[in-house]
Every structure is written in structure tokens, then in C-alpha cells.
């Protein structure tokens, strides 16, 4: 199966970290695709067989030979379960539903990200500081409700774990180490899961421009 | 469990109509919000039990007595497992990601109508029209590509069909018709659909202003 993929979405590293813990890595193709900066309000030239295999135009997007998931979310949940045994979230019941609880506040972060992002990337004069500051905002509230949940981790680096240390990653790489200070004990776990092969693999590079 | 809603997000009336579908409208206490025109750029004014439910500070926010869930995702994906035996998508195997790949592309649809209508609700020195011209487009290709999957729908209305009648409903309130001729089976498929009590019960209207 084809997955198509970016170096800097923290989307597609969340993907490629679950496959890279299950050791799966040789069942996909992975396909780069290169963004003009003017995605963040244009659509953008891309390679037609990435247009023709999602109507999003956006990455990650799994295509296999029956049909074709066109978010991590759906991704995830599909590797997680058909391919990994549900070895990362557990497939019902209180393991899955508290995993997912914290696997959405970090989705938060990371949708904060990409919003945050495109905003930057927007022309000056349609460009609005008070968005970008809503943004961060919430980054660093989310990050503050992480830090509680800290001692309540388990000992699997499991797919909320995963979309967490993607999360703190993405946000050191654009934007700094405040949250640090705001998350000190999150800090501190994050430390050790980055040096986990999965997370050297996928260390986050600017997205190739069209 | 408290769940925090509003009568125009389509994120709510997706969790809502699972509810309604699934019979099990006396397991909730629904929560109204309310969101100035300002929340597309600016945090605005909530109630503090609201603030303190979740730190994404959005709508749906489920809040159960061990956790709290951030996102219509993970709420839907909750109710069907814990609390509907899995009726409306299956647990696992090909039934469950054939679903994933419809919902995946309708929740496109959804998070483009919400990026469209904060972009609308922006300031006019701040408002993209590109962006705005982006949004319509993805979700008329998106609309194209459910329109080829019509014949494949199962006699369950399952979540995939929940997200997309959802997506078909805020298309016609918030942006007219055009869709209708892009995927006149869908919109033939939707006319069904939306006679449903638990559609009927959640059309949308305008969220009450802070």
C-alpha cells in the first residue's frame, strides 16, 4: 500500500512512528509530495496520482487496493487494528476510551499546529496576530492538561503516547520551548521517548516546495 | 456524562444523531454554549465548568465521571463501542475500515465547512477569499467522491452515513445547493436519509451568541 507522505507534517509522523513501533515499515510505499508555501489558502500543483487518490489533496493519505483512508485519525485506527494486533489502543472498553482522551487533547495540539502555521504562512495583510495567540494559547493549555496525566501514563508507547511525543516535537521545532516551562514533567518523559528509534527516524525537515 | 453542545456545529449533531440512532438519549445531560462571532480568531467568554471540561475549549466535549473526550472522533467512537455494542460501526476487520474511508472523507467536509465559516466570519481586511475559494472546492471534490459510493452504502445508517448526511445538511444551510449537482445520488440518498427522527430532531440553527 502507498502511503503519501511529507517530512514536516506532524500528522504523517504520527503515522510513520506507529508503523516504525510495529515494525512494519515494508509493507508501505512511501511517497513524498512536495508543498508550495501557498498552500495554507491556495491549492497547490501536485502529482496526479496523489490527486487521484484523495479528494482531500492532503497527507497523510493510505491507499490500499480496497479503498483509501484520508486522515491519521482513520490511518491509525486501521494499522493499529488490522496490522498491529491493536498492540497500540486497545480495540474496547476503559484502556481504549482513556487512551483516546488524551490521544484527542494532543490531536488538539497538532491541529493548533497546522492552523498556527498556515496562518504564518498567510500573506501579512490577511494575517491575524489574534488567531495566531488563540493558537498558542490553546497549545499550551493542552500541554498543561498533559502534564497532569503524566504519572497515569502506561508503560506502552502507545498510540496517544505516540501522538503525544509528536505533538511535543512539532511544537520545539516551530515554535520553541515555552510549553516546557508550562509541562515540566511532560518535558522531562518526552526527553526519553525522543531518543526511541521510531522518533530519531522521523525527526521533522521542511516540507520539499513544489 | 455531560455533553457540551451547540445547535449549528456539525461536529455536535454527528454525536447527536449517534445518540438519537442508537436510542440512549437518557444517558446525557446536553449542555448548551454559547460562542460570540468572535471565536474565529479570539478566545471568548464560557462558563467555567466549560473552561474546566476541556482544555481545547470546543464543541462536542463529552465529560464522563472517569474522563473527558475533546472531539466528536474519539466521542463517536466511544458511544458505538461502549455504550452501542458496536452497532453503528464494526470493531474491527474490513466492515469497520470500508466505514473509516467514507467517514474519513465526509469528516473533510465538516472540518472544511468549519475553516470556511471562521474564514467568513473574519474581519473583511483579514478575510482570504482564496482560502475560502479552497475550502468550496474541497468540498465539492469530496462530495464527487461520495457520489460514486452510493451504491455501495449498507442498510445501516452507520457512521459513515451519520457524517455524511451531517456534511450534506450544513452544506445546504451554510452554502446553498451546488452540491446537489456535483452529486445529484447522494443528494437523492440524503432527501431519504434526512427524514430520519434522529436527523429531524438536530437540523441546525444558528448557535446563541455569548
Chains 1, 2 share one sequence.
Not at 5 to 33: K, M
Not at 54 to 64: C, E, G, M, S
Not at 170 to 190: D, H, M, Q
Request: proline share 5%; with cysteine.
Amino acid at each position: 500500500m502507498r502511503l503519501y507522505v511529507t517530512p514536516a507534517s506532524p500528522w504523517v509522523r504520527r503515522v510513520r512512528v506507529t508503523i516504525l513501533e510495529l515494525g512494519i515499515e515494508d509493507r508501505f510505499e512511501f511517497v513524498q509530495t512536495k508543498w508550495s508555501h501557498k498552500w495554507a489558502t491556495r491549492a497547490v500543483e501536485h502529482r496526479p496520482d496523489f490527486l487521484e487518490a484523495t479528494p482531500v489533496v492532503r497527507i497523510p493519505a493510505l491507499v490500499t487496493a480496497a479503498f483509501t483512508l484520508t486522515d491519521s485519525h482513520s490511518i491509525c485506527d486501521y494499522i493499529n487494528g488490522e496490522l498491529g494486533g491493536f498492540r497500540l489502543l486497545a480495540q474496547e472498553g476503559a484502556p481504549r476510551w482513556r487512551v483516546l482522551a488524551d490521544m484527542s487533547v494532543a490531536c488538539a495540539i497538532i491541529e493548533a499546529h497546522i492552523s498556527r502555521r498556515a496562518e504564518l504562512l498567510r500573506s501579512e495583510h490577511e494575517r491575524s496576530n489574534d488567531f495566531i495567540g488563540k493558537m498558542r494559547d490553546r497549545e499550551l493549555r493542552c500541554f498543561a492538561t498533559l502534564e497532569k496525566r503524566v504519572p497515569q501514563f502506561g508503560a506502552t508507547f502507545d498510540l496517544a503516547q505516540i501522538t503525544i511525543a509528536v505533538a511535543c516535537g512539532y511544537e520545539s521545532w516551530r515554535y520553541g520551548n515555552e510549553w516546557r516551562g508550562v509541562a515540566p514533567k511532560l518535558a522531562a518523559w518526552y526527553d526519553v521517548v525522543a531518543q526511541r528509534p521510531s522518533m530519531g527516524a522521523t525527526e521533522p525537515a521542511e516540507t520539499p516546495q513544489a
